[in-house]
């Protein structure tokens, strides 16, 4: 890049008009550069109380104040999610609550770890999973649109589609529920997940980690507030 010895200058020397002229812009580049201590390659066309860039942006020198995160945004997310909380007995999908267990209003999600586990029998109930087992050898298969899981309670070894698949922790039995970690769950259902302490969210395309985070503080706020 080119640099020049800024010195003192005139007005004359670098303004042509009211535009600055090659110098001007050189000396503001070099000026910029000194501040933030690094090259910046946007040349400043013009400036009065603020520097318009080549690019179209704007510098007025002040901090842009960070966009609060609200139940706008998070609806947004969960509006299109699985959100599980493991201090309840439903589970919204898509915004719509669900019962976690039809069976048994008692039942909620469980921690195993750091992974929450969800009732097998709300897959089936809650998002349309075929469920169908295998007395023979225990285990358990789970179908969904395009995805075909097979499991068996206390091994984390499993197959996707017919390819192996590891399972975060293992299926377990409580009396007769059966629990299956998440990142299972999301599989089956061709979805991502995100764990938050005790929220989980299962969701679909490219949503940031903070975004997820602050959904998960947004939910937790509100289950404190009923």
Avoid: H, Q
């Amino acid at each position: 890049s080119k640099r020049i010895d800024i010195g003192i200058l005139s007005a004359d020397e670098i303004f042509s008009g009211n535009t600055l002229n090659e110098k001007g812009l050189l000396m503001a580049a070099e000026c910029i550069n000194n501040v933030y201590d690094k090259m910046i390659y946007r040349y400043p066309v013009y400036r009065e109380d603020a520097i318009n860039f080549s690019d179209g942006t704007k510098d007025d020198g002040t901090d842009k104040p960070e966009k609060k995160f609200g139940e706008e945004d998070a609806r947004r997310i969960t509006k299109s999610a699985v959100v599980a909380d493991i201090y309840s007995n439903e589970i919204t999908v898509n915004d719509e609550r669900k019962a976690a267990d039809k069976k048994n209003s008692e039942i909620k999600p469980t921690k195993k770890g750091d992974m929450i586990m969800l009732p097998i029998r709300f897959l089936k109930d809650g998002l349309g999973i075929k469920i169908s087992y295998n007395n023979a050898d225990g285990k358990i298969t789970l179908k969904g649109k395009s995805k075909s899981l097979t499991l068996k309670p206390g091994e984390t070894g499993a197959e996707l589609n017919g390819e192996a698949f590891t399972l975060k922790e293992t299926p377990i039995r409580y009396g007769s529920v059966t629990y299956i970690p998440a990142n299972a769950a999301a599989a089956v259902c061709d979805m991502s997940y995100f764990i938050s302490e005790d929220i989980l969210i299962m969701y679909t395309g490219n949503v940031k980690e903070n975004e997820l985070e602050k959904t998960a503080e947004w939910i937790r706020m509100g289950a404190a507030e009923k």
